[in-house]
């Protein structure tokens, strides 16, 4: 089977950084990818990683190692709407999400 | 880019009745589509993996017989929750998988299903 592990909660300051680490279990494993999703709406592609190293799209970034089984993904410049929950999930031939990170930007 | 329709993006039903959920891929083909459920606070949970032409795979602690799904073309997957029962109110999520994606996977709106 699948498991993966992410913190439940992440506080920020506007304008500040934050990284959002997430581990994982799985077999046949294709990939990690990033979604966003507010309150009530659907989940929204943020990033993927196939290879391990670095992936930039704008404020956010996302890093894998797949030797460890760990990624993260970085929010610079934090805005208010970033406020929202973040899952990450492994494509194995379907998407297995994490169970997600609420984050809380304050002003 | 690639699109995923899903409709209703919201019912209401009563106990005992059954609802229909569609899900479509409007500028490409999906031979692969997939349904989550989410319940509040919560993550996504797959339910089935559905393949054009042939019976869905469902997730353990699924039952298939509660949610029926037909994946007829390769642009359409429907999801029928049948005798809902106030338990079964949830999100529904459906995703496409699109090899001109990148990660692949594009995900429907969503739909909210209440039932009374």
């Known amino acids: 089977g699948q498991s993966l592990e992410q913190p439940s909660e992440v506080t920020a300051v506007e304008g500040a950084i934050v990284q959002i680490n997430c581990t994982y279990q799985?077999?046949?494993?294709?990939?990690l990818s990033w979604y966003q999703q507010h309150d009530g709406g659907a989940p929204t592609f943020l990033s993927y990683n196939a290879l391990d190293g670095l992936e930039e799209t704008g404020r956010f970034s996302s890093f894998l190692s797949r030797s460890d089984s760990y990624g993260y993904l970085l929010l610079q410049e934090l805005q208010m709407k970033d406020s929202a929950s973040y899952f990450c999930?492994?494509?194995?031939?379907?998407?297995?999400f994490g169970q997600g990170t609420t984050l809380q930007v304050k002003p | 880019g690639a699109v995923v329709s899903q409709h209703p993006s919201w019912v209401i039903c009563k106990s005992g009745t059954s609802v229909k959920i569609e899900c479509r891929s409007l500028?490409?083909?999906?031979?692969?589509m997939f349904w989550y459920r989410q319940f509040p606070k919560q993550s996504l949970m797959l339910m089935a993996t559905s393949n054009e032409g042939s019976k869905a795979t469902y997730e353990q602690g699924v039952e298939k017989d509660k949610f029926l799904i037909n994946h007829a073309s390769l642009t359409l997957s429907t999801l029928t929750v049948t005798s809902a029962h106030p338990e079964d109110s949830s999100f529904y999520i459906c995703?496409?998988?699109?090899?001109?994606?990148?990660?692949?996977?594009?995900f429907g709106s969503g739909t909210r299903l209440t039932v009374v």
């Open positions: 999930a492994v494509a194995t031939g379907k998407l297995i």
């Open positions: 500028d490409f083909q999906a031979t692969t």
């Open positions: 799985t077999s046949g494993f294709y990939g």
């Open positions: 995703s496409a998988r699109d090899q001109g994606v990148r990660a692949g996977y594009t």
